[in-house]
T-cell receptor, first 109, second 117 residues
């Protein structure tokens, strides 16, 4: 089955800086890669996703890049704000959707 | 708000008791998923329904767990003879999907946190 590894497990940045979270996956047939943000006491919320036929996708301050050859994908958040502080999960799907273990992002004002 | 709703938000039970959780998906969504999340981990897939049919169950879903989705609307997840290891957040998600099993955006509820004492 698919195995997704995510790093770093914790990330602390100053407000206004960029944050990058990286994930690797094991199954080359994976074709859908969503990213979720989870705030305390809430369920994960989809923030951006990318499919295997696309190399990069951007939505305002958030972008995701996919390298199919290397089997890794990354989340980039620019101009971070305190409200970006949360746990972020990557996932990869081919049949089953497998989630990474999460990255706790703290944005210091 | 027409998002996914779950009830109850919290449940404390004693080992050996049965518990039941409810999930109301987004009304136009045809798929409903149950996930389990433990502290410091990502969600783990348990089972999913397409309309009223339960199409897949994870090996994580022991015989003590049963899920239903009568009439393809709300769903219930029952855990019989609860064990301390069942303590976790149980998340429900729904999606509108026509293709592969898990390749559409999932809309999660805020979960039911189960504590087994």
């Amino acid at each position: 089955g698919e195995n997704v590894e995510q790093h770093p497990s914790t990330l602390s940045v100053q407000e206004g800086d960029s944050a990058v979270i990286k994930c690797t996956y094991s199954d080359s047939a994976s074709n859908y890669f969503p990213w979720y943000k989870q705030e305390l006491g809430k369920g994960p919320q989809l923030i951006i996703d990318i499919r295997s036929n696309v190399g990069e996708k951007k939505d305002q301050r958030i972008a995701v890049t996919l390298n199919k050859t290397a089997k890794h994908f990354s989340l980039h958040i620019t101009e971070t704000q305190p409200e970006d502080s949360a746990v972020y999960f990557c996932a990869a799907s081919v049949g089953d959707m497998r989630f990474g273990a999460g990255t706790r992002l703290t944005v210091k004002p | 708000d027409t998002g996914v709703s779950q009830d109850p938000r919290h449940k404390i039970t004693k080992r050996g008791q049965n518990v039941t959780f409810r999930c109301d998906p987004i009304s136009e969504h045809n798929r409903l998923y149950w996930y389990r999340q433990t502290l410091g981990q990502g969600p783990e897939f348990l089972t999913y329904f397409q309309n009223e049919a339960q199409l897949e169950k994870s090996r994580l879903l022991s015989d003590r767990f049963s899920a239903e989705r009568p009439k393809g609307s709300f769903s219930t997840l029952e855990i019989q003879r609860t064990e301390q290891g069942d303590s976790a957040m149980y998340l429900c998600a729904s999606s509108l999907s026509t293709g592969g099993r898990h390749n559409s955006p999932l809309h999660f509820g805020n979960g039911t946190r189960l504590t087994v004492t």
